[in-house]
């Protein structure tokens, strides 16, 4: 083991480099220990103290020109408790780690994103989440939280210890303090099945309430410039075990969805006028397929063609007004997209500034090919899902503040006067956690 204590930083930069950031002093702490007394460090030099993963979110809430933590040494698994079906990570582990070490144990976590190459930390704190019915965001399946405070103290939050702590930090955006390691909810590993088939859109969204009900895991994925979407529906199943073949899985996964899906957004980025047609061809390419898997290679899948997302939650029953009126607004307009608009749900939960805290929700989310200019595709998109009360994910582009989700959380008032309590000083602020969380 090794640590970084001090030292002058380069620059950072997110996934998708559209954030950068040139921090004065960057930390790997090796222990929690060696974490504490970096913040203490930073607190007697004045300096705003950030943590970091692996950087997959699209606003700056990990952004800062103080000093930056990097979690990574900070990772593995602590403990499993198999009586209580727990799992103690560290906060730098990401979730492709633990979900593999969690399948050789014979356990799973009952939802996951589609994507696993962020930290546990990072995942949780802006809000990552699946799809499910019954089943929530990762976050909704903590149990428990340890985090280093603005004075250098160690929190242990759960429901039954500083419980008003974790019920915000769960969610926290790295306000509350700097989380070392997270207990989450377990359970022997099970198989789903995926149905993955094309849908019309107009039948899709007539069909929704009914699609979701039928299915633990219900999302889709529509094409603009289309009116073609392809459906993929997840429910568990008693097997037997029957995965993507090697072959048709690369073709399908790695040469359709990410090789040949790159060529056609750089065709796409020189010459717009082709990506209409490009996208009813691409919409007509993958064909249906079932297969039957242990979750996470059910959930995630490989994302390789790099973007910039913006994504709502709106309530779940404005859904099929909401994405007819984005369908609307595209066709009008002059707007070519490449990429295809996601669709997921999940169920109300009691995480105060969670996206579907208190309410059904359904995700939309657009996105465009890194280096494409977006702002007019999102400004209008925007202005959609904001009619419709829609909360934006925190770690994506949105352009909202404070004012604005006072009036959409309605507990938003106390996660502001909890971080007024814990740090009063602004220790782990940023721009983003000012326009969003407000002074």
Not at 80 to 99: F, P, Q
Request: hydrophobic share 40%.
């Amino acid at each position: 083991m090794s640590t970084t204590l001090s030292g002058k930083s380069g620059t950072w930069r997110n996934w998708a480099g559209n954030v950068t950031a040139r921090p004065v002093r960057e930390v790997t702490p090796a222990s929690v220990e060696e974490l504490s007394a970096a913040v203490r460090r930073a607190a007697e030099d004045g300096l705003k103290v950030k943590a970091v993963g692996t950087g997959h979110s699209f606003t700056a809430a990990a952004a800062t020109d103080g000093m930056l933590i990097r979690p990574q040494l900070l990772s593995g698994i602590r403990k499993i408790d198999r009586e209580a079906g727990t799992v103690t990570v560290g906060a730098g582990t990401s979730l492709k780690r633990l979900n593999v070490a969690l399948a050789r144990e014979g356990l799973s976590l009952t939802n996951m994103g589609d994507i696993m190459e962020q930290t546990v930390s990072g995942a949780t704190s802006t809000g990552t989440h699946g799809t499910g019915r019954d089943s929530g965001s990762i976050a909704a399946q903590i149990k428990e939280i340890e985090l280093v405070a603005a004075d250098g103290s160690v929190l242990t939050c759960s429901e039954k210890e500083n419980p008003d702590v974790f019920t915000a930090a769960r969610i926290g955006l790295g306000a509350l303090g700097i989380i070392t390691a997270i207990t989450f909810a377990v359970e022997p590993v099970f198989l789903l099945t995926a149905r993955e088939e094309p849908m019309p859109f107009e039948k899709v969204v007539a069909e929704f309430d009914e699609l979701w009900a039928e299915n633990e895991h219900f999302e889709f994925y529509w094409f603009p410039h289309t009116g073609n979407t392809s459906t993929k529906r997840n429910n568990r199943s008693t097997g037997p075990e029957k995965p993507v073949g090697q072959l048709s899985g690369w073709f399908e996964d790695e040469f359709l969805s990410n090789g040949a899906f790159q060529v056609a957004n750089w065709v796409g980025r020189a010459a717009p006028a082709t990506i209409p047609p490009i996208a009813r061809i691409s919409s007509r390419v993958l064909s249906a397929r079932t297969y039957t898997d242990i979750p996470y290679k059910i959930f995630t899948s490989p994302r390789r063609v790099r973007f910039v997302e913006m994504e709502y939650a709106v309530p779940r029953e404005a859904l099929p007004e909401t994405l007819r009126e984005l369908k609307a607004m595209i066709e009008r307009s002059n707007l070519r997209v490449s990429f295809p608009v996601e669709v997921r749900t999940a169920p109300a939960d009691d995480i105060t500034l969670s996206t579907a805290s208190d309410r059904d929700s359904a995700y939309i989310a657009v996105h465009m090919f890194r280096g494409t200019p977006y702002q007019a595709y999102f400004t209008a998109a925007e202005r959609i899902f904001t009619a419709h009360e829609g909360r934006p994910h925190w770690g994506k582009v949105h352009t909202r503040d404070a004012e604005y989700f006072a009036g959409v959380y309605p507990r938003f008032g106390e996660f502001t006067a909890l971080r007024d309590r814990l740090d009063p000083d602004r220790r782990f602020g940023n721009d983003y956690l000012r326009r969003v969380l407000g002074s």
